[in-house]
């Protein structure tokens, strides 16, 4: 199977099972597949965005489908010390454990209810998540509630999504409800060049109110 069909193959899953199933048989290739043939541009645009806004590198971080660990680590290399990571998928956990940057990964699923307990972060990024076949709008409910007011939210979304995902009825609520404001959102960016340069994303900070 060709890079480009692996990644057509995983968002073409029908359940968060088969989803799940299918990152565990790619996470061993995943890092070498989306850096070498696609230029992998998300982890770097993403935390470009959320250190302009994060300052605090003893704050308590949520990795928010934490993959293999691509985000953690350049925020380790930055000197963020606090790191935790969850996701669907063991195999993607498996290979994001042997970087050895995370306090705790756990196994868990965005769209539902989180064990995180209400402002536990001072921040949560998200990159690569909230796409075709992934977690849905209704996943930054959970993700606003745990972390602390004067925190971040910072997350990539394709446009397309923004319109017809539910993403920008969300934001409005979310904002209407007090309960974030935007700080920033980006230009669309392509996150792989090299592989899918059609698509692109944007990234969306937004600052926890209440």
């Known amino acids: 199977m060709t890079e480009q069909n692996r990644i057509q193959w995983v968002y073409s899953s029908t359940s968060e099972d ?24 998300g982890p770097k645009s993403a935390v470009d965005v959320f250190v302009k806004y994060v300052t605090n590198k003893q704050g308590f971080i949520l990795d ?30 498996a290979e994001a454990r042997k970087k050895k940057i995370y306090r705790q990964l756990r196994l868990l699923r965005l769209g539902g209810p989180l064990c995180y307990p209400d402002d536990a972060f001072d921040a949560v990024i998200s990159v690569g998540v909230m796409t075709v076949g992934h977690a849905p709008a209704s996943s930054l409910d959970e993700l606003v509630r745990a972390t602390k007011p004067g925190g971040y939210v910072v997350y990539t979304l394709r446009p397309d999504l923004h319109q017809t995902g539910g993403f920008k009825e969300k934001h409005a ?35 926890v109110t209440s």
Do not use: C
Not at 66 to 88: C, H, I, R
Not at 182 to 192: G, H, N, R, S, W
């Open 18 to 41: 088969e989803l799940a199933q299918r990152y565990d048989v790619w996470a061993k290739d995943y890092d070498s597949d989306l850096n070498r043939d696609f230029a992998w541009l």
């Open 64 to 93: 928010a489908g934490v993959g293999t660990g691509q985000v953690g680590e350049l925020l380790a290399e930055l000197g963020y010390k606090n790191l935790e990571g969850m996701d669907l998928s063991n195999g993607m956990l």
């Open 173 to 207: 609520e979310l904002e209407a409800a007090g309960k974030w404001k935007l700080a920033e959102v980006t230009d669309p960016i392509q996150f792989l060049p090299k592989g899918e340069p059609e698509i692109t994303h944007q990234i969306w900070a937004f600052e």
